[in-house]
């Protein structure tokens, strides 16, 4: 009761402060950080409260916004008008403060009342409004804010940064039990610290585009939607900016001096397991009658491991939808826009790994000799994923000889594969490259089995079982808020 009095006491005193100031989480006045964000909100009089005063705080401070539109739950399943805004922000906002392309974004939604889409700024008490990430020039990190509202007012809130989320993820898949921190709500989705988009390769299922513009039902966009529809710019922009972004942070000095400080295990997770995901699919829409379509062979192993292009029969997916029965909730609707829709490794963990190579705590035959564990599992390998705790805790000069020994005295199956592995001087990348091929003529040859779409089935489903799902601030495809993939009755 203290604390709620405390808070109170606290937000009245600001509401009559001439000066707009972002709160803690704990209700006290955060430092200014050196990013834009800060930068801006500590030049004003006032707080802009919601996403329509803060765009116009942007745009007349010269900065350029630009708007990009994904449909929560399924591009083809408007109904609710759950829709949500991912804007980059580029331009120079002083002298000597120039944003890149990467370095600002920010979220907000959209709702439906009486047929009409419009945002989602109502200001109820503890209503996320606005959600925002931007580089930090000092501490070469991201922050993370909120905008949230207070019942009728909204106050700006500083989370934590990319080293926040490192700490509140360091025990993941390390621990007997999933364990995690509770800095920021963030590291459920942003879980290595930096900008994320799901569909981050093209055709971009559930996102607007030019070759293929979002719908909105019956319902109408109101004016300020409309507007800013107008604005949007093609989901492969917002790909890059991302992209971009999580390069940034990786090759960033003080991400990888945080990098280093941490556990063995910590460090090479993102090869044995995974940290993030994406989300990809076929160039082929399912509504297409279409004698075959193609898929990356990511869908199928490790991109480390093959990058070629798979064709199969659409007539034979086609059956095989109707067969497991597959709907999404809440429209019934058999599919995806795009066929083959499936999680896969993640961007930011592959770049994690390159960042490892670059930096000679591993190298590539490491690289391949992990991967080939169990390798056809190309995501969420159990097998893979549990010889994480076999590494040593440190990264000392004779890290691979202990790792070595305990392989050695492990009674797992897969500990011994990796084992032979790593002492088989004849398993070398071009050995597991031919493998590779092999196996990809055989699934070529084979065609669209039965148990080969099972294991799309098994993928997506392996999301939600994943540890990474497990964080109780939220989970990485958001559920209940986002509809990704349909279900299957069978």
């Not at 709160?23 to 500590?42: E, Q």
């Amino acid at each position: 009761m203290k604390n709620v009095i405390f808070l109170g006491l606290i937000l009245f005193s600001l509401q009559g402060n001439a000066e707009c100031l972002i709160l803690n989480s704990n209700g006290t006045v955060a430092p200014r950080k050196d990013d834009a964000h800060s930068a801006l909100l500590s030049s004003l009089t006032k707080c802009p409260e919601d996403v329509v005063e803060y765009k116009s705080v942007l745009q007349q401070n010269g900065l350029r916004v630009k708007p990009s539109l994904v449909a929560n739950r399924g591009r083809n399943n408007p109904a609710l008008g759950s829709f949500s805004f991912f804007e980059q922000v580029t331009g120079r906002l002083s002298s000597n403060l120039q944003i890149q392309q990467g370095e600002f974004f920010f979220g907000h939604f959209t709702t439906k009342a009486n047929n009409e889409i419009h945002l989602d700024q109502q200001k109820n008490k503890g209503q996320l409004l606005i959600e925002l990430i931007a580089w930090d020039y000092q501490k070469k990190l991201f922050n993370f804010y909120e905008l949230i509202g207070n019942g009728g007012s909204a106050n700006w809130f500083y989370r934590g940064n990319s080293q926040d989320i490192l700490n509140d993820n360091q025990w993941l898949y390390r621990s007997s039990t999933p364990k995690f921190g509770r800095t920021l709500r963030c590291s459920a989705c942003h879980t290595s610290g930096g900008p994320i988009m799901k569909e981050l390769t093209p055709p971009h299922n559930d996102w607007w585009t030019l070759k293929r513009p979002l719908t909105f039902g019956s319902s109408r966009p109101s004016a300020q939607v409309k507007s800013w529809l107008n604005e949007l710019q093609d989901a492969s922009a917002f790909s890059q900016a991302v992209q971009r972004g999580n390069l940034k942070l990786q090759l960033s000095p003080t991400y990888q001096q945080i990098k280093s400080r941490q556990s063995l295990q910590e460090q090479l997770r993102p090869l044995f397991c995974e940290t993030e995901i994406n989300i990809q699919s076929s160039p082929t829409l399912f509504e297409q009658n279409l004698g075959n379509f193609s898929v990356n062979s990511s869908v199928l192993l490790n991109p480390f491991f093959s990058q070629t292009q798979l064709s199969f029969s659409k007539p034979r997916y086609n059956s095989l939808v109707s067969k497991f029965q597959l709907r999404f909730p809440e429209n019934n609707q058999a599919d995806a826009d795009h066929v083959w829709l499936t999680p896969v490794k993640g961007y930011s963990d592959l770049l994690a790994i390159q960042v490892l190579l670059k930096k000679g705590l591993i190298d590539s035959e490491f690289i391949y000799d992990v991967l080939a564990v169990d390798a056809k599992k190309n995501i969420f390998s159990n097998k893979r994923c549990q010889l994480l705790k076999l590494l040593p805790q440190s990264a000392a000069s004779n890290w691979r000889t202990l790792f070595l020994s305990h392989l050695q005295s492990s009674n797992i199956d897969s500990a011994k594969e990796l084992l032979v592995n790593l002492t088989d001087s004849s398993r070398n990348k071009n050995w597991y490259l031919g493998l590779s091929q092999k196996y990809m003529q055989q699934i070529q040859s084979e065609g669209l089995s039965e148990e080969f779409f099972k294991k799309l089935l098994t993928d997506r489903e392996a999301v939600s079982q994943s540890e990474i799902s497990q964080n109780p601030l939220g989970q990485i495809l958001e559920p209940g808020f986002r509809v990704i993939f349909p279900q299957s009755v069978h």
